[in-house]
């Protein structure tokens, strides 16, 4: 008997009506956003980091509304809706559609900390240092809540913790592993969770998922553990042991290390179909090579510095 488990999870934590509902990912968003609040607050409450305590609640507000969502949402909307957009500006607006890229997420929050920086007259390195940390715990919970909302992005494979995505039905490309046993577009318009429960009530139709579903990587379950628990843990011993580093080191570890740990799970994405090159950008290894290379780049223009003698100034902080 195949002992694959079938994806049955609801893309919604909580689903009051059709129009009051709360996704996995909008959760994700809210706690990832108080954690960072919490944490960043503690820290200017010791003295600690570039944020004077007052400033730290619209700093993340921004941060959060300017560039993880509106610069995931952008960004989505420009690589993998371009033509729809092209076509009528309001797309960008459809959040409750789902959509966001985390190349737009990175860029747009690298966007604001420039110009928190130049406003308040801070190290941008000193601020991004402080960010680093805490950017895994963003990737933990984004990752997490993809996978609970059933995106079958994996290799097809034979592992025993591979997981079916009863979604994938409704894909347009789906491609059945099988002969189905019947017309399968009966169920293509209902949600992967529904298929699911539908499975759960009906014991042919398990088996016939069961049969004709692909079983694939989790992905995404994958990324949580690499670029979320394992980065995030490197970043904070790094932190906690290396007292004497210089302003930038952290950023420098984060860039490289995301890069590094983006490649480890490139070979088990299944690879998109017919996509752009800038969404190919993105989705495939080009990004996590940049990322190595800016953070290899910061790496070596900070430690050179100081093996140069060249003090990296760390602003002082403003009063009041």
Do not use: C
């Not at 689903?15 to 200017?44: E, I, K, M, N, P």
């Not at 308040?120 to 000193?126: D, I």
Request: proline letters at 6%.
């Amino acid at each position: 008997m195949d002992t694959h488990f079938l994806h049955g999870f609801s893309p919604f934590l909580f689903r009051f009506s059709d129009t009051l509902s709360l996704r996995w990912t909008g959760a994700a968003y809210l706690v990832g956003f108080l954690l960072v609040f919490a944490v960043l607050r503690r820290q200017a409450a010791r003295g600690e980091g570039p944020f004077e305590r007052q400033e730290v609640s619209g700093f993340v507000l921004h941060a959060g509304l300017l560039g993880v969502m509106l610069g995931g949402r952008l960004g989505y909307v420009l690589l993998h809706q371009w033509d729809d957009f092209s076509r009528d500006g309001s797309v960008f607006f459809q959040f409750k559609q789902g959509g966001a890229s985390v190349l737009g997420a990175v860029l747009g929050v690298l966007a604001f900390t420039v110009y928190f920086a130049r406003q308040q007259r801070r190290s941008w390195l000193q601020v991004t240092d402080a960010l680093a940390v805490l950017a895994p715990l963003g990737f933990l919970l984004g990752a997490l809540a993809g996978f609970m909302e059933g995106a079958p992005v994996g290799q097809i494979t034979s592992v025993p913790w591979a997981v079916r995505f009863p979604a994938e039905v409704g894909l347009p490309d789906f491609q059945p592993v099988a002969t189905p046993s019947f017309d399968v577009s009966t169920l293509a318009y209902a949600p992967g969770h529904e298929v699911a429960g539908l499975a759960r009530a009906d014991a042919s139709l398990l088996t016939e998922l069961h049969r004709i579903l692909p079983a694939r990587h989790p992905v995404l379950l994958y990324q949580a553990l690499l670029e979320g628990l394992l980065l995030g843990s490197v970043l904070m011993g790094v932190r906690a042991l290396w007292r004497s580093r210089p302003v930038g080191a952290l950023t420098g570890l984060f860039f490289t290390l995301h890069g590094g740990l983006a490649l480890a799970s490139l070979p088990f994405r299944a690879p998109q179909p017919n996509v752009s090159f800038v969404a190919g950008f993105e989705q495939g290894a080009l990004f996590p090579v940049v990322l190595l290379v800016v953070g290899a780049a910061v790496l070596l223009s900070v430690l050179g510095q100081r093996a140069a003698g060249v003090a990296v100034p760390v602003p002082v902080k403003q009063e009041g």
